[in-house]
């Protein structure tokens, strides 16, 4: 059973920073790609940010120069460094694994951006 779990979220003033993170656990045989997604009150939910095995990253355009994703691969860890949010970034950001095994997700983070 592959588990993730993520860890982070909170409250934050418009111009601050968060720093998510994303821990697998449990029998896994190879990580494809690590990911976040988010879904704001309203919304459906959409892709944030994603890192392939050979390190590749991709970003949604609302996020690019502000936010950056990275992985400690020993531990089957990924992070989520996010800078000068805005309130618009008001989500549960979920966690997703592509592995090998199939497709999973974390149980999801609030992240809330307002003064």
């Known amino acids: 059973q592959v588990r993730l779990v993520e860890s982070g979220g909170g409250l934050v003033q418009p111009g601050g920073s968060l720093r998510l993170s994303c821990a697998a656990s449990?029998?896994?045989?190879?990580?494809?790609?690590m990911g976040w997604y988010r879904r704001a009150p309203g919304k459906e939910r959409e892709l944030v940010a994603v890192?392939?095995?050979?390190?590749?990253?991709n970003y949604a355009d609302s996020v690019k120069g502000r936010f950056t994703i990275s992985r400690d691969s020993a531990k089957n860890t990924v992070y989520l460094q996010m800078n000068s949010l805005k309130p618009e970034d008001t989500a549960v950001y979920y966690c997703?694994?592509?592995?090998?095994?199939?497709?999973?997700w974390g149980q999801g983070t609030q992240v809330t951006v307002s003064s």
């Open positions: 449990g029998i896994i045989f190879r990580v494809n790609a």
């Open positions: 997703n694994g592509d592995i090998s095994q199939g497709t999973y």
């Open positions: 890192i392939t095995r050979d390190g590749n990253t």
